[in-house]
């Protein structure tokens, strides 16, 4: 990676440290020469290649002790994509996941690895791929994973790989079955089974069974929702739930219900009273 940062164990009396880096071991060519009171030292982006270090203790007078010496390579290029979806620790419903990366300017193809985390992880899918993005060919069984993507060069050149990132699959929740609705004087009311602890759900009724005139689209956390009793006419129902971290599972088949029109006997029958009064007078 680059930049290099190096760290020099700190001697008695030295107030601070010289740096000198170059291509060949008589330090003729210096790439980098630089100085540090703390010992630790950041060599900026040098180009893939072998390089030799030297390193100097100087003391509060200005006086430099003797060389150490040591070999540096630097293998970053092309350097590694920026990783976009999914995102660190999420959950992903979709058993053949998608993911995408960002493209470095000079990539030209990309390797993209999948395993099971941990010091002892299996490589799962180990594979090369032109575009910045991937799709796994078979169903992943629920559990976590990490995946990985190094950058490739037009020669086939390969550059070190960047950060993993851990995601989790597993199914969406299953959808509550719906209780038939009970429907009021100016009320209609909802219910469901209550699944697991921490589980919400949302409900919507509609006009039409593609649910594009919505009525009620609510979230609650109990299972059961009451409403104003809507108009007469057909609507669709149809309910999800709603995991803690966010994750919604699939809407439930939707059920459709009729709401006829409230009868009004009594007041029907003080409108039509003068007309039945004029047939017996006749």
Known sequence: RVPVRLQLVTLPGAAAYRLQVAADGQFQALALETESVSGEFVVPGLPDGAYFLRFRAVDELGLAGRDAVARLEIDALPLPPALVTPQEDAIVADPRPSFAWSAPAGSAGYRFQLAKPGPAGTVLVDEVTAGASFVASGALEPGSYEWRVAARDAAGGEGPFGESRKFTWRDRPAAPALQPPALGGKVLSFSWPAGVPGLEYRLQLATD?????????????????????????RYYVRLRAIEPNGLEGDFGPPQSLEILRRRRWPADLLLALPFFLALLAL
Request: aromatic share 4%.
């Open 209 to 233: 069974a593609n649910f594009k005139r919505l009525v009620v689209n609510q979230r609650v956390s109990e299972p059961r929702l009451i409403v104003a009793r809507p108009g007469p006419g």
